[in-house]
């Protein structure tokens, strides 16, 4: 069992339109199996915006709750916006990515991506399902 991970957007787009049936099935098997799942409040603006486009306000506003109820969502607090400042002045990433790495980084836990933004930075795990 996986103790802690904190979830990306890119998982849970890959989790509402990929057409990959063994790759949703790897996504719910690995959510099923941890123990703390974490998502960052970044990611369930990123979510929200891209379903509300996609699939529409009711859709949007049905799974946004959905992971509400299934994962902590976590705030940017002071040392992690400190962070990510760091991570986006010295690794010239979003924004976005850069509060979930230091998120994930303040959280002691893996990043669970498959975003190329997070590769090269200093403690910080991440995982994804090739």
């Given at each position: 069992?996986?103790?802690?991970?904190?979830?990306?957007?890119?998982?849970?787009?890959?989790?509402?339109?990929?057409?990959?049936?063994?790759?949703i099935k790897k996504l719910k098997q690995d959510a099923k199996?941890?123990?703390?799942?974490?998502?960052?409040?970044?990611?369930?603006?990123?979510?929200?915006?891209?379903?509300?486009?996609?699939?529409?306000?009711?859709?949007?506003?049905?799974?946004?709750?959905?992971?509400?109820?299934?994962?902590?969502?976590?705030?940017?607090?002071?040392?992690?916006?400190?962070?990510?400042?760091?991570?986006?002045?010295?690794?010239?990433?979003?924004?976005?990515?850069?509060?979930?790495?230091?998120?994930?980084?303040?959280?002691?836990?893996?990043?669970?991506?498959?975003?190329?933004?997070?590769?090269?930075?200093?403690?910080?795990?991440?995982?994804?399902?090739?």
């Amino acid at each position: 069992m996986n103790e802690k991970q904190l979830y990306d957007t890119r998982f849970f787009f890959d989790y509402f339109y990929s057409t990959d049936t063994a790759l949703i099935k790897k996504l719910k098997q690995d959510a099923k199996s941890t123990k703390t799942k974490l998502v960052s409040v970044l990611t369930i603006h990123e979510l929200h915006h891209i379903n509300t486009k996609r699939s529409g306000k009711e859709t949007a506003n049905l799974r946004s709750h959905t992971i509400l109820a299934e994962f902590t969502v976590v705030d940017v607090n002071y040392d992690i916006a400190i962070q990510s400042a760091k991570l986006r002045g010295t690794k010239k990433i979003p924004l976005a990515d850069s509060v979930i790495a230091a998120t994930a980084q303040a959280h002691g836990c893996t990043v669970v991506s498959d975003d190329p933004h997070f590769k090269d930075i200093a403690n910080l795990k991440t995982k994804w399902f090739n």
